[in-house]
Each structure stands twice: as structure tokens, then as C-alpha cells.
């Protein structure tokens, strides 16, 4: 762990989430790309998954996507001196796998 302060002196934690790939390539993603899981919707019957992704042209960028569309997901530790820190803050913790993995294997 890096040790970076916030604004009240406070210790900075890693953040542990959930990060995928896109299966193939999308209007606004190529195949491979790295995405991030914000909130799991484990009980959605259109199986989506809240993301944040990295677009065709490099910006970080928020979507709904089937969760068809995504693979490899794993769970990924972000140090705080990461640019990705402060856009994964609210994100689901990587407990949320087992639940993203069954809901991907009900489709």
C-alpha cells in the first residue's frame, strides 16, 4: 500500500474491484478492452452490468453494458496514486464477483 494523504491527513486505502474485457469489439470499445464493474446487478433479468470503460479514444467513460459483452472478470487492486482512484471510489468492492460469475453463467 502507497501511503498518500487525503484532505484531513487521513491514510489513503487500495481499492479492490472488479475489472473485465470486452468479448468483442463495440461502437465504443475494441475487444479486450479494460472496463471496471461500478454496481452489480445480479438480479437483473436483461443481465447488465453498470460499467466504466476505456473508450476508442482513450477517455474513462460510464455505460450499461450485457454482461454477454464482458469477460475475464477478476478482481484488481487500485493504489491510491492511481488517475483511476477517484473514479473507482463509489465503485462495487471485489466482493461482488461471485455474484457478477453466477449471474453470466444464468445466461
Known amino acids: 500500500m502507497i501511503l498518500l494523504s487525503d484532505d484531513v491527513g487521513s491514510i489513503l486505502p487500495d481499492l479492490h474491484r472488479v475489472a473485465c474485457n470486452y468479448a468483442e469489439d463495440t461502437k465504443t470499445a475494441v475487444k479486450g478492452g479494460l472496463a471496471f464493474v461500478l454496481a452489480p446487478n445480479g438480479g437483473d433479468v436483461h443481465g447488465r452490468l453498470h460499467i466504466l470503460s476505456r473508450s476508442r479514444s482513450g477517455r474513462w467513460i460510464r455505460r450499461w453494458e450485457p454482461i454477454n459483452r464482458l469477460t475475464n472478470f477478476r478482481k484488481k487492486t487500485i493504489p491510491p496514486d492511481s488517475p483511476l ?7 462495487s468492492d471485489d466482493t461482488a464477483i461471485d455474484l457478477i460469475r453466477q449471474a453470466k453463467a444464468a445466461l
Open 85 to 91: 482512484y477517484s473514479k473507482l471510489l463509489d465503485a
